[in-house]
C-alpha cells in the first residue's frame, strides 16, 4: 500500500517533497510486536510516510487520500520553513 500512496503523493498530487521511513519494530492493532534485523527486514514493519507542502496543498491532498489512509492514521504538524 505504501508504495501506493507514493506514487499517488509523487504522481497526482505532486507535492513538495515526500520521505518514507520502514520501522524496525512495532506493533499496531493487534497488540502482535513485530521486528527485524538489518540482515532480515520484514514487509510487516510499520512504514511512515512524511509530505510536505503548502497548507492549503496539504488539506487537498489529505482529502485526496481518504481511500487510502484511516483518518487516525495521520498526523499533521506545521514545519518552519526558514
Same mark, same amino acid.
Given at each position: 500500500m505504501h508504495a501506493k500512496i507514493f506514487k499517488r503523493l +509523487? *504522481?497526482?498530487? &505532486?507535492v513538495r517533497g515526500v520521505t518514507m521511513f520502514r520501522g524496525i519494530s512495532g506493533f499496531? &492493532? %493487534?497488540?502482535?510486536? +513485530? %521486528? %527485524? /534485523?538489518l540482515l532480515d527486514m !520484514?514487509? *510487516?514493519m510499520p512504514v511512515v510516510i512524511e509530505f510536505f507542502d !503548502?497548507?492549503?496543498k496539504i488539506e487537498q491532498t489529505l482529502q485526496h487520500l481518504r481511500d487510502m489512509v484511516r483518518p487516525e492514521h495521520?498526523? /499533521?504538524?506545521?514545519? *518552519?520553513?526558514t
Open positions: +509523487h *504522481d497526482e498530487e &505532486k499496531g &492493532k %493487534s497488540g502482535m510486536v +513485530h %521486528s %527485524s /534485523t !520484514s514487509l *510487516d !503548502s497548507t492549503e495521520v498526523i /499533521t504538524f506545521a514545519a *518552519d520553513l
